[in-house]
């Protein structure tokens, strides 16, 4: 239904006793909030797992109603038509974008697409909840943030693990003071995926219902894979898609050091590593070790495909980890566990410090909530930027083979003309990184 800003004024207090309209966003004004009795109307970019999953999340919310997918592999479009009959169904985001039955956004393509979609979809007025990573390159990280706050969309990075009760209560404990000045934090992952990591696709061509050249986008154009098409735990072993594994965990794991101690941004970054074990498909490293420089703290982030040994939290094939070691004692946490291992006698395990954080909530809900009540949700560019350009900032490190030294005042990288320019992808023709957005403040 089209509807005018007259039209919602005219209606007046009889749209109280009316069935709920579809209100378009642009109608009401970007920052305004979404008419109560509307529904948001969602288009997914990326059906594949994780975004069909964020969107399933959404439509559980009363107030939401599916009206378009985007995909570049025809059949995930298909499959959502037949489970919605009156949606629309694009293989160019930039038409669904276009889509005036559209409100807001669920991005949740590979991580090469995240920032040129993010600041198109900022761009035409969408709200969006765009998957982890938020982007690869230094310049991507500052063009997303300074997107959504050019426009003014409500915006919710995909990092549900931040809603968790027990991060929550690590935040708590760390804000207590109680663990004494904490000077350095450790953050590791570890998946042993055995000798072939992700196998071996068959050369074979692109099937006529996937528009390959499209799922390239601003990458390079490379031979189809069918294992590089297939999903996340896939396409994280392809480099120039997903920027490896460091990307694809770390934004997770470092969030809550980050959010525990109110952290800026760092002012030296050294990342090394090497693909040393693993055959198969893929030329993303198999191990990485990335060092964050902060004032008077230290960070690092490890991760291995090849072994897991030493990293106490975890089962199976797969852990991960956080360790914050202060004057008094060691915190270490992982996604539902904690504990507290004292080194004087000023901290006592069994005293629980008092509760400072609210209670977590759905990540995808408190973004519906906040695009109603016009406000960003809690991992929103401006929080995450603070989590992802370290990250986008480690892997230039590691390209480059040295430390980049970096002004958190000014955004800038100093003293290295080559990661400098380094920093801003160079996009496959005819896509153009959106180079306005890194000199709006």
């Known amino acids: 239904m089209a509807v005018t800003r007259r039209d919602v004024l005219k209606r007046g207090a009889a749209a109280a006793l009316a069935a709920p309209v579809f209100i378009p966003s642009n109608v009401l004004g970007r920052g305004d909030r979404v008419a109560p009795n509307s529904k948001i109307r969602l288009g997914l970019i ?4 994780m975004g069909s999953a964020n969107l399933r999340q959404c439509l ?12 570049v592999q025809k059949k995930r ?8 009959l009156d949606i629309n169904g694009y293989s160019d985001y930039r038409e669904l974008l276009a889509d005036p039955n559209v409100d807001a956004v669920i991005i949740a393509t590979p991580p090469h697409w995240h920032c040129l979609q993010a600041v198109d979809a900022a761009a035409a007025g969408k709200h969006i909840f765009l998957q982890k990573p938020m982007t690869l390159y230094p310049a991507e990280s500052i063009a997303v943030r300074n997107a959504v706050r050019k426009h003014g969309v409500v915006c919710q990075v995909g990092t549900q693990i931040h809603q968790s009760a027990n991060y929550r209560r690590v935040v708590d404990w760390v804000r207590s003071r109680r663990l004494g000045s ?11 995926m055995g000798k ?7 050369k ?5 219902d996937v528009d390959f050249d499209m799922f390239c986008g601003p990458a390079p154009m490379c031979e189809f894979n069918r294992l590089l098409i297939q999903d996340a735990a896939m396409h994280c072993s392809f480099w120039d898609y997903s920027g490896g594994w460091t990307p694809g965990m770390a934004p997770h794991i470092i969030d809550l050091p980050i959010w525990a101690m109110e952290l800026g941004l760092p002012e030296k970054i050294s990342a090394i590593g090497g693909r040393y074990i693993l055959s198969g498909d893929g030329d993303a490293p198999d191990t990485q070790d990335m060092i964050w420089q902060y004032p008077n703290l230290t960070m690092r982030w490890h991760f ?6 030493g990293y106490e939290f975890g089962s ?13 004692g060691t915190l270490r946490a992982n996604y539902g566990e904690r504990e507290i291992i004292p080194q004087t006698s000023e901290l006592d395990p069994a005293v629980e410090p008092p509760k400072v954080t609210s209670d977590g909530t759905v990540h995808e809900h408190e973004w519906l909530t906040c695009i109603r009540e016009g406000k960003q949700p809690s991992c929103n560019p401006e929080y995450h930027i603070k989590i992802d350009l370290p990250i986008t900032l480690g892997n230039l490190s590691y390209t480059l083979g040295r430390t980049i030294h970096f002004d958190p005042a000014t955004e800038s990288i100093v003293g290295d003309d080559e990661a400098t320019r380094r920093a801003i992808p160079e996009y496959r023709d005819p896509w153009k990184f959106p180079q306005a957005y890194l000199n709006h403040q």
């Open 46 to 49: 990326g059906a594949g797992g």
């Open 60 to 71: 559980v919310d009363a107030g939401t109603i599916l009206t378009a997918v985007c995909d």
């Open 77 to 84: 479009v298909e499959s959502w038509q037949t489970s919605h």
């Open 182 to 192: 904490i000077g350095r934090v450790e953050t590791f992952w570890g998946w042993n």
């Open 196 to 202: 072939n990591g992700i196998g071996a696709a068959p």
């Open 204 to 208: 074979e061509p692109a099937p006529d």
């Open 304 to 309: 291995a495909q090849f072994n897991h040994h």
């Open 316 to 328: 199976g094939t797969r852990a991960l980890g956080i360790y914050l070691h202060g004057l008094n």
